[in-house]
């Protein structure tokens, strides 16, 4: 790594402020010199808060106080000869479990020791110096609770999330191999208690069409998450200043709280030290490297330079290279949907059968209300996502509101995601045309917020329920207003890939005027007009009435806390 590199010095900026404030009159770098701009750079990105005297910089990572359950993980162990009581050396609770556990073969200072006795009460190990044909290797399982979700956006085709996570980790046994050839010798049971902690992680959520695509390869699924996990630990390091055992790992088919598949890399300190948000920033450059690392190494099934992992608690098995090559492509966006079969994958625009969630939102403010009509447009189809399921994959590419309180239109492209947000939820209601199976689907990638329990009145689902089932906009707007949408969704896609963004816009935006005057007409008038399979222009009759709706979101409200 060259160490001129601006991203590993980033990384060793973050650290050493974590343990001491950065000093501009210190020797720790020279105000105008490249460090400087470097720490500047920092500060606007709020990575670092500068001290009202102007002088040092903090670390924006907080440790907030709570009750964190780290019986073992966040202990120091002491490790001692058996027969003399000499300090063989020190080790933290997490690593004692793995690599001292009784009958263990540790490894110090290119000495072996066998592990006698592991004291967790008075924790201290037993050791004594052995010479053996074998070492040992811990075998665990792991499984991860997701706390608290702090950011997200969308990354190729998935979705990237950084959270709070409790890890707890079980030593179930260990191995014993020959060291030279690595053969498996046997295996032992171990009986010890869990070590749990909290920290900070980042996971990949993967959706069901890669590991359809996976399967219809004949690829193993399991085998190619586990493999990528590996190989990103192994490469973050390059990223981030710290060891390869300063991150775990764990991948998972089916989270129970995802409902899919995940890989999850957190940070092996209690409470973390910021290793997860640098994973988060550095994320698709790491995954650049993974993959050609994967596609580098001559091996044919994995090796020790790729995906075998030296602290694998399940003894580097399954394990897939050419899954693990497929489902890192396909989360690239770097496979056609051609080439995943994934073509006419599609069922159909809210098509899913999912329940209505519960309406809950905020106490409206006594004052004016806020009311803004909104919609959006995407930058990838439905295909080429894997289907309607997928849209929290099909990125924003442009949204538009018009808030009748100012009287005005905004947009928004993706970069200004966190503005349109924040304006949805700084509204009183939120007018849009299918907006909770769609532009909400679609906006989730890139918030933690439940948008679900905005206060929302979805035109799309209120005709629905009148009628039994969907109208679109285009033949509503035609009938009531007699004018049509200017294009389609495809086209939409089309002009974002082509750059044409005013043309975008402009078409996103008359689709929030023809919803904001539809429902108006449907307020002021009682009904929309619509036309039956017979032709005949037909009234649609409606009790739309602003003080009712805003009524019945508040009743939603109430149902919603009595509920909890
Ligand atoms: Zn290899
Ligand atoms: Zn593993």
Request: charged fraction near 30%.
């Amino acid at each position: 790594v060259d160490p001129g590199n601006r991203v590993v010095l980033r990384g060793h900026l973050m650290c050493a402020a974590a343990e001491l404030p950065l000093q501009e009159q210190g020797d720790l770098f020279d105000p105008k010199g490249e460090l400087s701009s470097l720490v500047k750079e920092m500060e606007r990105e709020r990575l670092l808060l500068r001290s009202a005297s102007g002088q040092e910089w903090y670390t924006t990572k907080r440790r907030p106080q709570r009750e964190v359950d780290i019986r073992a993980a966040g202990e120091t162990y002491t490790i001692l000869e058996e027969k003399t009581n000499r300090v063989v050396g020190k080790n933290s609770g997490l690593r004692t479990l793995t690599e001292c556990h009784h009958g263990a073969i540790y490894l110090h200072r290119a000495e072996h020791y066998l592990v006698t006795k592991l004291d967790l009460e008075r924790k201290n190990v037993r050791v004594r110096p052995v010479r053996t044909p074998y070492y040992t290797r811990a075998r665990s399982e792991k499984e991860t609770e997701i706390l608290e979700r702090q950011r997200s956006r969308p990354v190729g085709n998935f979705v990237v999330l950084q959270g709070r996570l409790r890890v707890t980790e079980r030593i179930t046994g260990y191995e014993k191999r020959r060291i030279s050839g690595q053969d498996l010798l046997s295996v032992h049971p171990l009986e010890l208690p869990p070590v749990v902690f909290e920290t900070v992680g980042i996971w990949l959520e993967i959706d069901d069409f890669v590991k359809e695509a996976v399967q219809r390869t004949e690829g193993h699924f399991m085998g190619g998450i586990h493999a990528l996990e590996h190989a990103i630990i192994a490469l973050f390091p390059l990223f981030a200043l710290c060891d390869r055992d300063d991150v775990g790992g764990i991948s998972i088919p089916l989270h129970p709280q995802l409902g899919k598949a995940a890989i999850f890399v957190y940070d092996g300190h209690p409470d973390g030290v910021g290793l997860a948000e640098r994973a988060y920033e550095v994320l698709e450059e790491l995954l650049e490297a993974v993959l050609s690392t994967l596609e580098g190494c001559d091996c044919e099934e994995g090796c020790p330079g790729c995906i075998h992992s030296p602290k694998c608690g399940s003894g580097n098995k399954p394990l897939d290279k050419r899954a693990a090559i497929l489902i890192l492509k396909t989360l690239l966006g770097k496979v056609s949907p051609r080439e995943l079969g994934l073509e006419n994958a599609g069922m159909g625009p809210g098509d899913d059968g999912v329940p209505l969630p519960a309406v809950r939102p905020p106490v409206p403010q006594p004052r004016a209300r806020r009311i803004l009509f909104f919609d959006l447009e995407t930058q990838k189809t439905a295909e080429e996502v894997g289907g309607w399921n997928n849209k929290h994959l099909m990125r924003l590419s442009v949204a538009v509101i018009y808030d009748a309180m100012e009287g005005g239109f905004h947009h928004f492209t993706e970069k200004q995601v966190g503005e349109l947000l924040d304006r949805l939820k700084g509204a009183d209601l939120i007018v849009g045309f299918n907006v909770r199976s769609f532009d909400y689907k679609v906006l989730s990638a890139y918030t933690p917020l439940a948008l679900e329990e905005l206060p929302t009145f979805d035109m799309l689902e209120e005709v629905r329920e009148r009628l039994g089932f969907r109208l679109s906009l285009d033949h509503l707007a035609l009938h009531t207003l007699g004018e049509r949408k200017s294009a389609n969704g495809l086209q939409a896609v089309a002009w974002f890939r082509e750059g044409r963004m005013e043309e975008l816009a402009a078409y996103c935006q008359k689709d929030v005027e023809i919803t904001r005057r539809l429902f108006e007409f449907g307020c002021k008038e009682g009904y929309l007009l619509y036309e039956t399979r017979e032709g005949q222009k037909v009234r649609l009759p409606l009790d739309w009435d602003l003080e009712r709706i805003m009524e019945n979101l508040k009743e939603a409200l109430r149902w919603g806390k009595e509920k909890h």
